[in-house]
């Protein structure tokens, strides 16, 4: 695969927004992109919206944990290959479905994500 020259155009984002997240299974996922010819990855977390379809408030407990999943994934894998992490805040689940989890709302479980993905 390495040869097509697909890994030196893209870097692969791997996704999950469970509290509970694999962290052994992602770490495994991250070598097997390195062995792919793969050097770079993201994360993708969610601050908001990825908890219901109907949420109306934000379950900050659950976001929080789903950081601090993803920090232990980093320090299980080698110092160089996470190039950095998006941290998504769902609108709506389809374009036929009414908003989620307004942003305001959500302004709290930002501040504690990003305090958490900053401060361990």
Not at 19 to 39: H, P
Request: proline fraction near 4%; hydrophobic fraction near 45%.
């Amino acid at each position: 695969f390495s040869e097509s020259g697909v890994p030196q155009l893209v870097q692969p984002m791997i996704w999950d927004y469970a509290a509970d997240l694999d962290v052994e299974g992602k770490v495994c996922l991250i070598e097997k992109y390195r062995r792919c010819g793969f050097s770079k990855v993201w994360f993708a977390s969610a601050f908001k919206g990825a908890t219901g379809v109907n949420q109306s408030l934000t379950l900050i407990g659950h976001h929080l944990k789903n950081h601090l999943q993803w920090l232990k994934v980093a320090s299980n894998s080698p110092a160089d290959v996470l190039e950095g992490i998006a941290l998504t805040g769902w609108q709506r689940y389809d374009h036929f479905s009414v908003l989620c989890e307004l942003l305001p709302v959500a302004i709290p479980s930002l501040a504690v994500c990003l305090q958490a993905l900053k401060n361990g």
